[in-house]
């Protein structure tokens, strides 16, 4: 695996402009949430969006992944692949995923979702599930290590009740959507590297109300909870710098 890539002014510069694309693609998209739409539908006007300002949908074709968003319903905790008979429902939690490259640069973000009234315990684990990824953020400067990340979202889920998932983690970004470093969600015995202004993450919890446990099924794509219980995703493309991050994708 090639090291962490630290960016340049310009290539900074570039990657705020995809974050601002993405952001927005994020707002408009969302509003289309509501029962009766498919996932399918969902995917399409959102490469429509992505595609309106000048960026290729990251997503579509990536090792074969056969859309431009990630619709995850309920139980689905990431990569649910978009239907057109799969339609939302009131009361549901939909964690749309999204990833676009505008001049040659990536953003990366999730948002999820309520569905009209939706249980307690579901608005919850959402908020908790944000609530982590801005946690993490209390961490992510130059100077400290990448677990600090990790340690901050994981306590703050694991202290409330919540399961961490563990089979999959956010990843340094920039003109590959994946890049080094890895980036887990739970508690970790090692630093992890340091950090340094410069680098660009992406930083996406995945958490459930059950177990941290998931299935990954025979699609080659959709991974649910094993047990069940519902998963929320919150994921934003960031900067490190000498002082806060800056959060691209919001
Ligand atoms: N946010 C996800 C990730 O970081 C999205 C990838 S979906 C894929 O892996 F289809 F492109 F793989
Ligand atoms: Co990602």
Redesign the pocket.
């Known amino acids: 695996m090639t090291g962490v890539t630290i960016k340049s002014k310009r290539e900074i510069e570039l990657m705020r402009d995809a974050g601002k694309l993405l952001r927005d693609v994020h707002l408009r998209l969302g509003e289309e949430i509501a029962p009766g739409i498919s996932t399918l539908d969902l995917d399409r006007l959102g490469e429509e969006l992505i595609r309106k300002t000048d960026s290729i949908p990251s997503f579509l074709n990536y090792e074969g992944y056969p859309a431009s968003v990630c619709v995850s319903i309920n139980d689905e905790v990431v990569h649910g692949i978009p239907k057109a008979n799969r339609i939302i429902q009131e009361g549901d939690i939909v964690s749309l995923?999204i990833?676009l490259i505008h001049n040659g640069f990536q953003s990366?973000?999730?948002r999820t979702h309520a569905v009209g009234q939706v249980s307690e315990e579901a608005s919850a684990l959402i908020k908790v599930t944000e609530e982590s990824f801005f946690e993490g953020m209390k961490y992510a400067t130059a100077g400290n290590h990448l677990h600090d990340i990790s340690n901050a979202i994981g306590y703050y889920c694991i202290d409330r009740g919540y399961g961490v998932v563990r089979d999959l983690v956010?990843?340094g970004?920039g003109r590959e959507?994946?890049e080094a470093p890895q980036i887990p969600n739970f508690p970790q015995k090692r630093k992890g590297i340091l950090l340094c202004a410069g680098m660009t993450l992406?930083i996406?919890p995945m958490i459930n109300i059950g177990t941290g446990d998931v299935i990954f099924h025979d699609d080659g794509w959709t991974c649910t909870t094993a047990d069940g219980s519902l998963s929320a995703h919150y994921?934003n493309t960031i900067l490190i710098t000498d002082g806060e991050p800056e959060i691209l994708s919001l």
Do not use: L, S, V
Request: zero cysteines; charged letters at 30%.
């Open positions: 995923d990833g990366d973000a999730a956010g990843h970004i959507m994946h992406a996406e994921e």
